[in-house]
């Protein structure tokens, strides 16, 4: 069975430090894509990052950057310099093949907090 | 600005009482997705639309219904609201299903549901 984890419920992080967000998942499909959004207390989901299976370097985007680990099956989030705004939660998802269509599946998610 | 839109923001409706919530797209999208979200849980795939063609999720209870029609605007009926039904719904779109293509998703607000 294809499924995506994240074992942090919740995180605390100081204001300017660097944090990292835990995710893996379990596919036998070679070919996958890997997503992180954030999602603020108004409810909606931004995406943040993606990650495909075949690409050879770790995605960044700004401040976030993913520490893709293929033999490990891991896909971890990386913020740099954190912000108060990056208070959230964080959603790790991955992008199968399912029956001909894609299927996204996501994580239970880690709410991130950060401290003035 | 292209986004996705969803009406109303919140929703109260009482048990057993039909409700409809709405979702509007300007990016021109094939996809349109539907996920239900309660709390403190990952989304839940309901459905989704590629184009005209309706692919519901094979644990999607019969109570939840969608229309889809023309490319803007999609809906999600509730037959009769049960109190396990009150989450948050989010709409989501993707320019297509390709395998290979990038497919990131673009999600709305969400329309969080009150059942009485």
């Known amino acids: 069975a294809q499924k995506i984890t994240q074992t942090q419920p919740g995180m605390f992080v100081q204001e300017k430090e660097a944090v990292t967000l835990d995710c893996t998942y379990d596919?036998?499909?070679?070919?996958?894509?890997l997503f992180w959004y954030k999602q603020p207390s108004s409810g909606e989901m931004i995406f943040l990052i993606y990650?495909?299976?075949?690409?050879?370097q770790n995605a960044t985007e700004g401040r976030y950057s993913l520490n893709f680990q293929k033999a490990r099956k891991s896909a971890n989030l990386v913020i740099s310099a954190s912000q108060l705004g990056d208070s959230a939660m964080y959603f790790c998802?991955?992008?199968?093949?399912?029956?001909?269509?894609?299927?996204?599946?996501f994580g239970t998610g880690t709410k991130l907090q950060v401290i003035p | 600005d292209a986004m996705v839109i969803q009406n109303p923001r919140y929703q109260v409706t009482q048990f057993g009482k039909p409700v409809t919530l709405s979702c509007s797209q300007t990016?021109?999208?094939?996809?349109m997705y539907w996920y239900q979200q309660k709390s403190s849980q990952a989304p839940k795939l309901l459905f989704h639309?590629?184009?005209?063609?309706?692919?519901n999720e094979a644990d999607t209870p019969d109570n939840f219904q969608s229309r889809r029609p023309n490319t803007s605007f999609c809906f999600l009926d509730i037959r009769s609201p049960g109190l396990g039904d009150a989450a948050m719904y989010l709409c989501?779109?993707?320019?297509?299903?390709?395998?290979?293509?990038?497919?990131?998703?673009?999600f709305g607000p969400g329309t969080r549901l009150t059942v009485l």
């Open positions: 989501a779109t993707s320019r297509d299903l390709a395998q290979w293509s990038y497919n990131e998703q673009f």
């Open positions: 596919t036998s499909d070679p070919s996958y894509g």
């Open positions: 998802a991955m992008r199968l093949n399912s029956g001909g269509y894609q299927k996204v599946t």
């Open positions: 990016l021109n999208h094939n996809v």
């Open positions: 990650q495909g299976s075949y690409d050879q």
């Open positions: 639309y590629y184009d005209k063609d309706f692919n």
